[in-house]
């Protein structure tokens, strides 16, 4: 069973342009939802985190779009920089936090220059 | 930032065999994880440790497997005896608060094949 899907599995985009990457779930008791940045060779590392009470969370470069009805959510990039290419790991939690997050299968990001 | 230590990054052993795998958490984190991603799949919850004992565990988290935290030391997954479905990268990882994920943090896994 499923619970958190992730598309594309693997996405490429040119440098400077934004890379879009969707999410979706299924238990609506999911209340946060952290994406993870994984290098290779590296544990993932959280990179940016909404609750259900958003629609929207920004830092910097990456933006959280969140649809509760939908039971959606993409992680867009803008401005993408050879840097970012790594595997981006959509995770959910009905508990809030850290104490048991399910995570995607994962999409495989790289940023040709 | 702060570090989970994973050692070694990766374990060769015969099926059947028993495994130690060791995790050195952040010094100050009170909650410790372990999770196993088998190439090509998501990672999967398996275990959620606190104040020495087991909070919460998945399915996966079959009787083979054990973990401690002896003493403030390692935090350790033991498989008894190992199955080649074993085979697979297991992270650990520590938080301060369970309610927190942004004191989450991974170690860079240990790569476990089982022959």
């Known amino acids: 069973q499923q619970q958190v899907r992730q598309s594309p599995q693997s996405l490429t985009v040119w440098e400077g342009e934004t890379a879009i990457l969707n999410c979706s779930y299924e238990?609506?008791?999911?209340?946060?939802f952290p994406w993870y940045q994984q290098f290779p060779g590296e544990g993932p590392a959280l990179l940016i985190s909404?609750?259900?009470?958003?629609d929207k969370k920004e830092d910097g470069r990456f933006t959280i779009f969140f649809n509760k009805r939908e039971k959606k959510l993409s992680l867009h990039i803008t401005d993408s920089q050879p840097g970012d290419s790594a595997t981006y790991f959509c995770?959910?939690?009905?508990?809030?936090?850290?104490?048991?997050?399910?995570f995607g299968e994962g999409t495989k990001l790289t940023v040709s220059s | 930032g702060p570090k989970v230590l994973q050692i070694p990054s990766h374990q060769i052993i015969d099926m059947g065999q028993m495994v130690t795998l060791n995790c050195d958490p952040v010094?100050?984190?009170?909650?410790f994880y372990w999770y196993k991603q088998i190439l090509g799949q998501q990672m999967e919850f398996l275990v959620n440790?606190?104040?020495?004992?087991?909070?919460?565990k998945s399915k996966l988290f079959k009787d083979q497997f054990s973990v401690e935290r002896p003493d403030g030391s390692y935090f350790t997954l033991k498989i008894q005896p190992t199955a080649l479905e074993d085979s697979a990268v297991y992270f650990c990882?520590?938080?301060?608060?369970?309610?927190?994920?942004?004191?989450?943090?991974f170690g860079s896994g240990t790569r476990l094949t089982v022959l």
């Open positions: 990882a520590s938080s301060l608060e369970q309610a927190s994920a942004e004191t989450l943090y």
């Open positions: 238990d609506s008791t999911f209340n946060y």
């Open positions: 909404i609750r259900s009470v958003s």
């Open positions: 995770a959910a939690s009905a508990q809030g936090g850290s104490a048991k997050l399910i």
């Open positions: 010094s100050n984190h009170l909650y």
């Open positions: 440790f606190y104040n020495g004992k087991v909070m919460e």
